[in-house]
């Protein structure tokens, strides 16, 4: 099943002679439970597609579906409840609050959505990423790497069809990168989650079931990794 579906979409910031054509007539699907890595050189259009399809900037033309849902039909407090629900998303510098603890930080999509905290949920959560110790620690007592992994706990933590990640691992060593991707890797197979990453790095690239290039905000490949 298509969880995904993205139909002739393009994106203009701005308006007349200095407007720019980010993303320029972009369309595919991706089945549950894909891992699905995006590539192409810097300013060709890949954090514009992720912020499209996470529901944080509108398409200028075209549609997004997530789970049969078309995205931008929704008004605005509906599309903010959609996203909270629906769509995980990892940023590469991690955007946690500073003055909430991990355990707050992690939690905080449910507290929004008035939704209870599911103990068990979040303990293995925690469990997996090794943040149990650290839970009442704030965001600045801990390393780069593991405030990523709260960061992960925070986009899963709702149980979303789709998490994406814009240069998860762009901050991060060589070591924590692989970590990192190893993480992500094993809990969306558990869950069955889509996994769409922005990378730059093509031994992550690789590890993905397809890679989509992007250049000049145009898919000019889509190739599904054989192993
Ligand atoms: P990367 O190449 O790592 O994906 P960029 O440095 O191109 O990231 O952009 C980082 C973020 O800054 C983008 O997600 C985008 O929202 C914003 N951005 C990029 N270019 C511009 C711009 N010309 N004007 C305003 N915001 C921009
Ligand atoms: P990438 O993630 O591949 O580096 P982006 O999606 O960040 O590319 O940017 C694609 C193009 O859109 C670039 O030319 C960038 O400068 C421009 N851009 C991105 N965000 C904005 C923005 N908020 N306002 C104006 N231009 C932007």
Do not use: C, W
């Amino acid at each position: 099943m298509d969880i995904l579906k993205v139909e002739h979409v393009s994106k203009i910031y701005g308006k007349g002679e200095t407007s720019v054509k980010a993303l320029d007539d972009v369309s595919f699907s991706v089945e549950q439970g894909q891992f699905v890595a995006i590539i192409g050189p810097s300013g060709s259009g890949k954090s514009t597609l992720l912020h499209i399809l996470g529901g944080v900037d509108t398409p200028t033309k075209g549609k997004v579906y997530v789970d049969g849902n078309d995205m931008y039909t929704l008004n605005e407090s509906a599309l903010a409840i959609f996203r909270r629900r629906q769509i995980g998303l990892i940023y590469q510098f991690y955007n946690l609050i500073p003055v909430l603890n991990v355990e707050e930080n992690i939690t905080l999509p449910l507290l929004l959505d008035h939704r209870k905290v599911e103990q068990k949920n979040l303990d293995e959560l925690v469990d997996i990423l090794g943040l149990s110790t650290r839970l009442s620690h704030l965001p600045n007592e801990l390393s780069g790497g593991q405030q990523q992994r709260v960061s992960i706990a925070r986009a899963l933590i709702a149980s979303p069809t789709l998490v994406l990640a814009d240069e998860p691992t762009g901050n991060l060593d060589r070591k924590n990168s692989e970590e990192i991707v190893a993480l992500l890797k094993q809990l969306h197979k558990e869950k069955n989650q889509t996994l769409i990453i922005i990378t730059h790095d093509e031994s992550i690239a690789l590890q993905a079931d397809r890679i989509i290039s992007i250049e000049d905000g145009r898919i000019v490949k889509d190739e599904v990794i054989r192993k």
